[in-house]
């Protein structure tokens, strides 16, 4: 029964917010060394979930993705030990105010609670996530995908050895141990003991959440990103940002999607453009308003069909109507010819994700504007997509991309497994 | 349909977020001028709402609590003009930092978006939380109560009008104009243009949003409030917060439910609450532990069948099992007494709803101990729960207590009502 789950989660959190800095951080370094010492039965484990993922038929990628490796195994008990290594902020007090009454107010930092993550494949979430919740003083209960049961059992039994040698309480660290999609259903209905549902997967998980739970939820990691070429760019930056953003990463949620470029500029930049990322591998969606642009690029032309008579290069295709709404998570990049700063705001105001959006420019006014009308939890600034994330943008660590408005937008760190309670002290105060 | 009602307000929104201060200050200035200006037609709309609630055979306190004078409605001008001369939290800046690689990076405070709001009777809420959105450049779809659609159809349409004398969009402020409560369901489900459901009214109205919401709801107002009195205690003080946390307003969230006494000082201290709160119409639930205590109080005995054995005063009985759950919103106190400070923040754990609890004492470490370990949204030292109020706090004005963990919690204000963007300044960097 997951109200017992819930119940006992409660119980721990209670625990784990009074738990002094030293005390987690000593669990967390514990839990680095276990993962270490018991690396055989882990690993071991996994390949029981890889041979059974193989036999199912799963394709190469996404049998690499459940894969365990020492080399990777030692990776995430690095990221465990780096968590250790960061301040903690629970207990951190803010706003300190003396009324005109002489009480004394301040918002303390306290943890949220009890935290319920559903989470697909990946088996190196389980560790993340539950260095992350011990970290902040919250109870965690995890629900990972049933390609990787065999793998989380072992990696919760390491958890919950190195709680035990660190003398905090083992039911800090949840398991549901149960491949039945119903107690997903069940766990986003635990209002009574969850605080916060955080999903981390594809669209479908965070609908499903969103439509389902009766807890908060946060949504994110789903990144239509965009970079806008203005009149005033530098060229030559201009295709190494989009480079970088498109072709660093290419399968995560801050990479590149789509490229609009002003037309004064789009004749000059986007047959270099296509010739510079055609080179690694990268494919295009181009919308009418770039083709024209792109018969002249050199090297060899496009042979398909559709757009034979268009001159294209071999690379680029003509966009269909659904390609500037697809996260494309791979080599493909959308272009688009506009013809000022306003018709780019507008595309990306009705295609972007709100997660990562910048402009490319030399002009202040038209940055300034960029910045201030663009509502996306990250606006850039002459700057690639992929620096969204925690560790770049200095919050050490990362739970998740926040692309939903409430309590925490962008990435979400350590601080932003936090809550506040304010702090009231009077001299018997009472109200007039 | 309200898909287009959700389409209007995110159009309505985009544009309520580039506003200048003043331009919002001004539509505030003139919707207070036009309630005042218009003021016999919303009266007029108003006496048909009391006409028909009388007739409908609502309690008198129901029927006051929807009815508007010109002195209340001079009232709910004077608020909107005070919301007007308030700091304008958008566009304001923080955490801004310049990263190893010369990245500067910045939060800006934007508006929520789409707010939400449903509520019961009373029409102030309509105009307070329009001139509450208007100031914060959200956008918001109001969900008033049926016993008073005349009032708030009146109400909204001077909105209008102010806002068109504006020159802001009129779909700032939107009001759904239909008892049908499918409307509300309906409301709950467009996640596509709503970012925030603010339910103002008891707890089955919470309950309902966030059970069918698939937006992020706001769950706050119901608080099972405590105090203890602990060994240290001034008595005389301790009387006086307790007298004011209780008698001052009764019927609201914060208003005192459970005293807490330490049992050295019961027999001081519960006789002489008694009946200084007694004189003023406070009648008691004791809980056994407290009941020995009260037979010594002077005055008349409670003649009830049930407790004539006791000897207890005329105003105390015993509590019954639900008592310490339920939030009193009137003139009775709870009365329990405790053996140590663990046992009545064991008490408060399993009875409070996290909204203000408090210790009074003389003893710091007591008091350290008491703010460190109770997790409500305000912890009180010696001091009167009444001041869990926007107002009283500083905050100027005031759209819920927040009682979730999540985003805000206690008062929230004008702040409350914003998220941010994170804004990165590069000279093209990339990522490597």
Known sequence: MLIEVGARARQAARTLARLSTEAKDRG????????????????????????????????????????????????????????ASLPDPVGETFESKTLANGLRAHKRRVPLGVLGVIYESRPNVTIDVAGLALKTGNAVILRGGSETLRSNRALVEVVHQALR?????????????????????????????????????GNPLHEFCRHNSSIPVITGGIGICHLFVDETVDLNAACRVIHNAKTQRPTVCNALDTVLVHRSRAAEFLPALVQMLSADGVVFRADP????????????????????????????????????????????LGLKVVDSLAEAMEHIHLHSTGHSDGILTSNEENARRFMEEIDSALVYVNASTRFTDG??????????????????????????????????????HVRG
């Open 28 to 83: 967390l370094n514990l839990l680095a060394d276990a993962l270490i010492a018991h690396q055989a039965v882990i690993l071991a484990a996994n390949q029981a979930d890889v041979r059974a993922a193989q036999q199912a038929g799963l394709s190469p990628a996404m049998v690499d993705r459940l894969t365990l490796t020492p080399a990777r195994l030692e990776g995430i008990a690095a990221d465990v030990r780096s968590v």
């Open 165 to 201: 040698a660190a003398n905090l309480p083992v039911d800090a660290v949840q398991f549901i141990d149960d491949p039945d999609r119903a107690r997903v259903t069940e766990l986003l209905h635990l209002d009574a003991y969850v605080d916060l549902i955080i999903p981390r997967g």
């Open 289 to 332: 308003s770039a083709l024209a642009f792109l018969a002249s690029t050199p090297g060899p032309k496009n042979a398909a069909a559709a757009d034979r008579d268009l001159a294209l290069p071999e690379s680029v295709r003509l966009a269909g109507p659904q390609d500037f709404d697809t996260e494309w998570l791979s080599l493909v």
């Open 391 to 428: 560790s770049q943008l200095g919050l050490g660590a990362e739970v998740a991309i926040s692309t939903q408005r409430l309590h925490a937008r962008g990435p979400m760190g350590l601080r932003e497994l936090t809550t506040y309670k304010w702090v009231v002290v009077g001299d018997y």
